[in-house]
């Protein structure tokens, strides 16, 4: 289980607050200080008159708290859930990391199915015969797939902090 990140809470009007995180993605965000102000006027469930400069720099501290509270949870994600790269012909590439065995390695599939082979630190490719990697040329097919010129440079898209060379 991962800790969650949460948008610190405002200490002034909590309407004003929850107005905003709920209009950003409606179109707030792209209003003018003085359109903003005229839709609290109009929508604000307090009945007071808004300032256009209060509210766009409440509008600011609104994204800037929930721009750090995905940043905070994209953090608690383990890198090997968070991402994966899309080849040609339906190849995904996806790494995974396990930091209490020292084991680091980016898994290759087509279609979802079974993995075609491992790439590990150096661009060590490992691959079964039955797999359209496991001849000279099918490391060729590999790498141009995911646009990469080495197996380390795949290695290297999961794992920036190892030497590709």
Not at 137 to 150: H, N, S, Y
Request: hydrophobic share 40%; aromatic share 10%.
């Amino acid at each position: 289980m991962h800790a969650r990140q949460s948008v610190e809470p405002f200490k002034r009007n909590p309407n004003h607050c929850d107005l905003l995180e709920l209009g950003l993605n409606l179109g707030l965000k792209a209003l003018t200080a003085e359109e903003l102000a005229d839709c609290f006027d109009e929508m604000c469930p307090c009945g007071e008159a808004h300032d256009a400069d209060v509210l766009k720099k409440l509008r600011a501290r609104v994204c800037g708290r929930l721009e750090a509270a995905y940043v905070g949870n994209l953090r608690t994600i383990p890198r090997r859930q968070r991402f994966a790269a899309y080849g040609t012909d339906e190849l995904t590439a996806k790494s995974y990391n396990w930091v209490t065995k020292g084991i680091r390695y980016v898994e290759i599939s087509q279609h979802g199915q079974r993995p075609e082979c491992f790439v590990y630190t150096g661009g060590l490719v490992v691959a079964a015969q039955t797999s359209q990697f496991y001849r000279p040329e099918g490391l060729d097919r590999l790498v141009q797939a995911f646009g990469v010129e080495t197996a380390a440079q795949l290695f290297g898209m999961f794992f920036p902090d190892e030497d590709v060379t």
